[in-house]
């Protein structure tokens, strides 16, 4: 079953912690993406990778960092800085072309 | 800063009605329109997509019309019904593809019995 896969569904961050979101794609797609999702801002790129080992920041980069050391993975971590880290984030993939494959996303909700 | 711009920001339809979302952009060198539909609690899925050699596409009840030279582009959605409830986010870019995407703030749609 072909498809992008996002865990945990729900993510709890303490004060000055670290977190890591997970995507797994299984459908070959070369680019993935990072986005995070804020009631009424609809979806802003957060990094994105288009290529093995190679990433870009997206739009609201601080405060989060990405690798890509594998095709199908791009884990994407909330760091200590990033202060304002309560949303629903979502990862998607794309072959060559502008069509985007999304996950499920994870909602991260600050204790 | 490129923008997409798009409202109402929520909208009731009776079932059976027509559904309008509008979306307004600024950057002339956009060149693909895609609409993404979002279920409470899942990602976004494309639903319909356009480019402006033409003025109008349509899928099933689902149609985008594209007005070039006022920068506008809206989705329709004939005989609307309940499990069309779900927001809608525009989106547009330029060539360079997806990583270029700029989304609209999104419409949450509720259709009614």
């Known amino acids: 079953d072909g498809g992008i896969t996002q865990s945990p569904k729900y993510l709890f961050r303490k004060e000055g912690q670290n977190v890591t979101l997970s995507c797994e794609q299984n459908?070959?797609?070369?680019?993935m993406y990072w986005y995070r999702q804020d009631p009424g801002q609809g979806l802003r790129l957060i990094y994105y990778?288009?290529?093995?080992?190679?990433?870009q920041k997206g739009d609201i980069a601080e405060g989060y960092s990405v690798s890509r050391e594998k095709k199908e993975s791009f884990p994407l971590t909330v760091t200590s800085a990033q202060k304002n880290p309560t949303a629903f984030y979502l990862c998607?993939?794309?072959?060559?072309?502008?069509?985007?494959?999304f996950g499920s996303g994870t909602q991260l909700s600050v204790l | 800063q490129q923008q997409v711009k798009q409202s109402p920001q929520s909208l009731i339809v009776q079932k059976g009605g027509i559904s309008i979302i509008n979306c307004a952009y600024e950057?002339?060198?956009?060149?693909?329109f895609p609409w993404y539909q979002q279920f409470p609690g899942k990602g976004p899925a494309l639903l319909i997509a356009?480019?402006?050699?033409?003025s109008e596409k349509k899928e099933g009840r689902f149609t985008i019309s594209f007005n070039k030279s006022a920068k506008q582009f809206s989705l329709h959605i004939m005989d609307s019904q309940p499990g069309d409830s779900a927001t809608y986010f525009c989106?547009?870019?330029?060539?360079?593809?997806?990583?270029?995407?700029?989304f609209g703030t999104g419409t949450r749609l509720q259709v009614t019995l």
């Open positions: 998607a993939s794309s072959p060559r072309g502008e069509k985007l494959f």
């Open positions: 459908l070959n797609h070369d680019a």
């Open positions: 990778s288009q290529i093995v080992n190679d990433f």
């Open positions: 950057n002339t060198a956009f060149d693909y």
């Open positions: 356009i480019r402006p050699d033409v």
């Open positions: 989106a547009a870019s330029s060539s360079s593809g997806a990583s270029k995407l700029t």
